[in-house]
C-alpha cells in the first residue's frame, strides 16, 4: 500500500516542480486581489480583480484532482493519497489551499444530503429531481479534474454579531418571492475566496436555521454585493470580503442547518490542519538546507551541537504534524472497517487536531525564522510570509478557545472520554495502526519505544485527572490530547517502520512536545481580572 500511495504521488508530482509553484504563490503575494466598484461610467460592478497565477493555481489543483481524490471511491487509500498530495501543496499554494477546503467540505455536505435525500419522491415540492440534479450537477464540478468545468466553494456563515456562535449570531433570513423562489438577505461579514462560484450559506427560514446553496451571478447584478475587501494581517493573496446578500436566489438543503455543516466542519478542520503541517514541513527543509551551506565560527552550522538541537526539534515537530494529521484524514473517513471508532472519537479528534496542530505550527514557524537568522526577518526572503499565513491558522474554522469548550463538551458526553484515550493508547500499544485499522500482522517489540511509551502512559493518567476539573484548563487539557495523539502517532509509525530516526523522533517528542497541563482555579482567574476596570473607545 505505501508503494502504491508512492508510485501514485510520484505519478501526479513528477512533473510539478516545487519552484514552478513558488514562483505563481510569490505572484499572489505580490499582486493581492482588488475590488473594482465602479465602472467608467459610474455604475456600480463590484468586478474582483486577481493575479493570473491565482487562475493558475486554481487549474492546478483541479488538474491534480485534489478534491476529487477524496470522493473517488475507485481509488486505493484515496485519504492517505489526498492528504499527503495537500501536504505537498498546500504551503505553496498562494492560499488556494482555502478555497478547496471549503470546496471540498461543500462537496462532502452536498454529497451526504444528496443520499440522505435519494430516495424522497418524484413530486416532493422541497427535494423534486430538479433538485436533485442541480446538487448532483454542483458536487460533479466541485469535483471536477477539468480546469474548465471546476468551480469552487464559499462558505458564508459569520456575521456580524459573531464568528463560531453561529446558531444566536446569524441574522440572515431566507424568504420566498412572489414567484416561490427564495431568496437571501443580510450581511456576511467574513467570507473567503469571493471568486468562488456556488457557496453554502446559513439563514433563518420560518423558525429554522436552514442551510442553502448559492450560485453566484456571473455578471453584478445586485443580489450580492462586496462591501469591502478584509485588509489582513496575512493570507493577502486570498480574496475575504464582507458581503451583503440582496435578493440572491438560493436552494434550500436542509431546515436544519446546524446539523448539517458537521460533515462540512470536519473536512475543513482537516484542511487546517493539513496547512499546518504543510508549513512546518516547508519551513523545516527550508531550514535544514540552509544550515548545510551557511557557516559561522569556522563551521556549517548544521554541525554546531545547539543548531543541530534546534533542527531536530524542527524535524521533530514535521513529523507529529503530518503523522497526526494523516490520522485524522483516515478516522473523519473511517468506514465499516473500523467499527471500534466510535463517532465520538472523530469528534474530539477533529478538533483537537486542528487546535493543537494550529498551535504547534505558529510556534515552529516563529523558531524556524530564528533557524535563518536575519534572513528570516526579511520579506523579500518569502519567510515572513509563511509566518503571518501560518498565524491565521488558530483562528480559523474556529478559535482555540471555541473548539476547547466544544471538546470539553464531547468528552463529557457518554463514553467519549473513554473511547478516545482508549484510541490513543490502542494506538501507540501496536494494537491499530493510523485510522483505527486493525494490524494484521505481528509487530516485533522495540526497546527503544518502551521510554516514550511510559512517558506517553503517565501523560495520559495525567489527563484523565486534568479532566475532572477543566473548566478553566480546557485549552491546556484539549492541546493535551493533542500532544498525546500525536505522540501516539510517532510510536505506532516508529513500531511499523523499525527506522532509527522514526524511533528517536517518538523518543524527542515526549520529551519536547507533550503540553504542560495547567493547575488552574476559579480565583486564580478572577482576582487578577477584577483589580483593574479597563474601557476603550473603538474608532
Same mark, same amino acid.
Given at each position: 500500500n505505501?508503494?502504491?500511495?508512492?508510485?501514485?504521488?510520484?505519478?501526479?508530482?513528477?512533473?510539478?516542480?516545487?519552484?514552478?509553484?513558488?514562483?505563481?504563490?510569490?505572484?499572489?503575494?505580490?499582486?493581492?486581489?482588488?475590488?473594482?466598484?465602479?465602472?467608467?461610467?459610474?455604475?456600480?460592478?463590484?468586478?474582483?480583480?486577481?493575479c493570473?497565477?491565482?487562475?493558475?493555481?486554481?487549474?492546478?489543483?483541479?488538474?491534480?484532482?485534489?478534491?476529487?481524490?477524496?470522493?473517488?471511491?475507485?481509488?486505493e487509500?484515496?485519504?492517505?493519497?489526498?492528504?499527503?498530495?495537500?501536504?505537498?501543496?498546500?504551503?505553496?499554494?498562494?492560499?488556494?489551499?482555502?478555497p478547496?477546503?471549503?470546496?471540498?467540505?461543500?462537496?462532502?455536505?452536498?454529497?451526504?444530503?444528496?443520499?440522505?435525500?435519494?430516495?424522497?419522491?418524484?413530486?416532493?415540492?422541497?427535494?423534486?429531481?430538479?433538485?436533485?440534479?442541480?446538487?448532483?450537477?454542483?458536487?460533479?464540478?466541485?469535483?471536477?479534474?477539468?480546469?474548465?468545468?471546476?468551480?469552487?466553494?464559499?462558505?458564508?456563515?459569520?456575521?456580524?454579531?459573531?464568528?463560531?456562535?453561529?446558531?444566536r449570531?446569524?441574522?440572515?433570513?431566507?424568504?420566498?418571492?412572489?414567484?416561490? %423562489?427564495? !431568496? /437571501? *438577505?443580510?450581511?456576511?461579514?467574513?467570507? =473567503?475566496?469571493?471568486?468562488?462560484?456556488?457557496? $453554502? @450559506?446559513?439563514?433563518?427560514?420560518?423558525?429554522?436555521?436552514?442551510?442553502?446553496?448559492v450560485?453566484?451571478?456571473?455578471?453584478?447584478?445586485?443580489?450580492?454585493?462586496?462591501?469591502?475587501?478584509?485588509?489582513?494581517?496575512?493570507?493577502?493573496?486570498?480574496?475575504?470580503?464582507?458581503?451583503?446578500?440582496?435578493?440572491?436566489?438560493?436552494?434550500?438543503?436542509?431546515e436544519?442547518?446546524i446539523?448539517?455543516i458537521?460533515?462540512?466542519?470536519? %473536512?475543513? !478542520? /482537516? *484542511?487546517n490542519?493539513?496547512?499546518?503541517? =504543510?508549513?512546518?514541513?516547508?519551513?523545516?527543509? $527550508? @531550514?535544514?538546507?540552509?544550515?548545510?551551506?551557511?557557516?559561522?565560527?569556522?563551521?556549517?552550522?548544521?554541525?554546531?551541537?545547539?543548531?543541530?538541537?534546534?533542527?531536530?526539534?524542527?524535524?521533530?515537530?514535521?513529523?507529529?504534524?503530518?503523522?497526526?494529521?494523516?490520522?485524522?484524514?483516515?478516522?473523519?473517513?473511517?468506514?465499516?472497517?473500523?467499527?471500534?471508532?466510535?463517532?465520538?472519537?472523530?469528534?474530539?479528534?477533529?478538533?483537537? %487536531?486542528?487546535?493543537?496542530?494550529?498551535?504547534?505550527?505558529?510556534?515552529?514557524?516563529?523558531?524556524?525564522?530564528?533557524?535563518f537568522?536575519?534572513?528570516?526577518?526579511?520579506?523579500?526572503?518569502?519567510?515572513?510570509?509563511?509566518?503571518?499565513?501560518?498565524?491565521?491558522?488558530?483562528?480559523?474554522?474556529?478559535?482555540?478557545?471555541?473548539?476547547?469548550?466544544?471538546?470539553?463538551?464531547?468528552?463529557?458526553?457518554?463514553s467519549?472520554?473513554?473511547?478516545?484515550?482508549?484510541?490513543?493508547r490502542?494506538?501507540?500499544?501496536?494494537?491499530?495502526?493510523?485510522?483505527?485499522?486493525?494490524?494484521?500482522?505481528?509487530?516485533?517489540?522495540?526497546?527503544?519505544?518502551?521510554?516514550?511509551?511510559?512517558?506517553?502512559?503517565?501523560?495520559?493518567?495525567?489527563?484523565?485527572?486534568?479532566?475532572?476539573?477543566c473548566?478553566?484548563?480546557?485549552?491546556?487539557?484539549?492541546?493535551?490530547i493533542?500532544?498525546?495523539?500525536?505522540?501516539?502517532?510517532?510510536?505506532?509509525?516508529?513500531?511499523?517502520?523499525?527506522?532509527?530516526?522514526?524511533?528517536?523522533?517518538?523518543?524527542?517528542?515526549?520529551?519536547?512536545?507533550?503540553?504542560?497541563?495547567?493547575?488552574?482555579?476559579?480565583?486564580?482567574?478572577?482576582?487578577?481580572?477584577?483589580?483593574?476596570?479597563?474601557?476603550?473607545?473603538?474608532?
Amino acid at each position: 500500500n505505501k508503494q502504491k500511495v508512492s508510485s501514485g504521488i510520484n505519478a501526479e508530482y513528477g512533473g510539478l516542480q516545487y519552484r514552478r509553484l513558488n514562483k505563481l504563490a510569490t505572484e499572489c503575494e505580490m499582486y493581492p486581489p482588488k475590488l473594482q466598484r465602479l465602472d467608467g461610467w459610474g455604475g456600480r460592478v463590484d468586478k474582483l480583480i486577481t493575479c493570473e497565477s491565482w487562475k493558475q493555481l486554481h487549474d492546478i489543483a483541479s488538474t491534480e484532482r485534489l478534491v476529487g481524490i477524496g470522493h473517488d471511491s475507485s481509488s486505493e487509500l484515496r485519504e492517505v493519497w489526498q492528504t499527503v498530495k495537500l501536504i505537498l501543496f498546500s504551503a505553496v499554494s498562494g492560499m488556494v489551499s482555502c478555497p478547496l477546503a471549503m470546496t471540498d467540505g461543500a462537496a462532502t455536505t452536498l454529497s451526504k444530503i444528496l443520499t440522505l435525500h435519494e430516495t424522497s419522491a418524484p413530486d416532493d415540492s422541497v427535494y423534486s429531481e430538479e433538485w436533485k440534479s442541480t446538487v448532483s450537477q454542483t458536487i460533479s464540478n466541485l469535483t471536477s479534474p477539468n480546469p474548465e468545468n471546476f468551480w469552487t466553494s464559499g462558505q458564508w456563515m459569520t456575521e456580524r454579531a459573531g464568528g463560531s456562535d453561529v446558531t444566536r449570531a446569524t441574522q440572515t433570513v431566507a424568504m420566498r418571492d412572489e414567484r416561490g %423562489v427564495i !431568496r /437571501l *438577505y443580510g450581511n456576511k461579514f467574513y467570507t =473567503s475566496a469571493i471568486d468562488c462560484q456556488v457557496s $453554502l @450559506a446559513l439563514a433563518r427560514y420560518g423558525e429554522n436555521l436552514s442551510l442553502f446553496l448559492v450560485h453566484l451571478p456571473s455578471e453584478y447584478d445586485g443580489t450580492v454585493q462586496i462591501e469591502k475587501l478584509k485588509d489582513k494581517m496575512g493570507t493577502r493573496q486570498l480574496p475575504t470580503a464582507e458581503l451583503t446578500l440582496n435578493g440572491v436566489p438560493a436552494l434550500l438543503l436542509a431546515e436544519r442547518g446546524i446539523a448539517n455543516i458537521v460533515p462540512m466542519l470536519q %473536512v475543513t !478542520r /482537516l *484542511y487546517n490542519a493539513v496547512a499546518a503541517a =504543510s508549513y512546518v514541513r516547508h519551513v523545516t527543509h $527550508l @531550514a535544514r538546507d540552509y544550515a548545510e551551506s551557511r557557516s559561522a565560527f569556522g563551521h556549517t552550522i548544521n554541525t554546531l551541537p545547539l543548531h543541530q538541537t534546534s533542527l531536530a526539534k524542527l524535524e521533530t515537530f514535521n513529523r507529529a504534524l503530518i503523522l497526526q494529521t494523516v490520522d485524522l484524514a483516515l478516522i473523519v473517513n473511517a468506514k465499516e472497517e473500523t467499527p471500534s471508532l466510535s463517532s465520538s472519537v472523530s469528534r474530539v479528534l477533529s478538533a483537537v %487536531v486542528k487546535i493543537h496542530t494550529a498551535q504547534v505550527a505558529v510556534s515552529t514557524l516563529r523558531d524556524g525564522l530564528e533557524a535563518f537568522g536575519g534572513a528570516g526577518y526579511m520579506e523579500d526572503t518569502g519567510l515572513p510570509g509563511l509566518f503571518r499565513d501560518a498565524c491565521v491558522l488558530p483562528v480559523w474554522e474556529g478559535t482555540s478557545d471555541v473548539l476547547s469548550m466544544e471538546t470539553i463538551r464531547a468528552l463529557s458526553r457518554g463514553s467519549a472520554q473513554t473511547d478516545v484515550l482508549r484510541y490513543i493508547r490502542e494506538l501507540a500499544m501496536g494494537w491499530c495502526v493510523l485510522g483505527g485499522y486493525q494490524y494484521s500482522g505481528d509487530l516485533e517489540p522495540c526497546q527503544p519505544l518502551e521510554a516514550p511509551l511510559t512517558e506517553l502512559n503517565q501523560y495520559l493518567t495525567q489527563l484523565e485527572l486534568a479532566l475532572e476539573d477543566c473548566q478553566y484548563t480546557g485549552r491546556s487539557v484539549a492541546l493535551g490530547i493533542g500532544a498525546a495523539h500525536a505522540a501516539a502517532t510517532l510510536i505506532s509509525f516508529a513500531r511499523y517502520t523499525q527506522q532509527p530516526s522514526d524511533v528517536a523522533a517518538a523518543r524527542l517528542w515526549c520529551k519536547m512536545g507533550l503540553v504542560t497541563l495547567n493547575n488552574l482555579h476559579s480565583s486564580d482567574i478572577s482576582d487578577i481580572l477584577t483589580q483593574t476596570e479597563i474601557k476603550f473607545e473603538r474608532t
